[in-house]
Nanobody, 114 residues
């Protein structure tokens, strides 16, 4: 089973930036579209951003223009650059492939607060 590890979260003030990473334990990472998800307290998990195998990206409307997803298949890593953060971005961020068949990591907590 491919394991996932997310990192890079933390506490940041509104308007600040964070860079999240998602690293897979296996090179099969490269053959999948990869997704970033987030789950805020009391809410369902939502898909935030996706990146295909040929680097096509999609975002939910609320993060367009602020978040950027990239991938490095040589390092089995996907990143999420988050700028102009808002309190409503507060959530646990996690990642998986398009079919959610990799083993979920613990996620990384992002808290946006003054």
């Amino acid at each position: 089973q491919v394991q996932l590890v997310e990192s890079g979260g933390g506490l940041v003030q509104p308007g600040g930036s964070l860079r999240l990473s998602c690293t897979a334990s296996d090179h099969s990472f490269a053959i999948y579209t990869m997704n970033w998800y987030r789950q805020a307290p009391g809410k369902q998990r939502e898909l935030v951003a996706s990146i295909s195998t040929d680097d096509k990206t999609t975002y939910i409307d609320s993060v367009k223009g602020r978040f950027t997803v990239t991938r490095d298949n040589t390092k089995n890593t996907m990143t999420l650059q988050m700028n102009s953060l808002k309190p409503e971005d507060t959530a646990v961020y996690s990642c998986n492939n398009l079919w959610n068949t990799f083993t979920w990591g613990l996620g990384t907590q992002v808290t946006v607060s003054s």
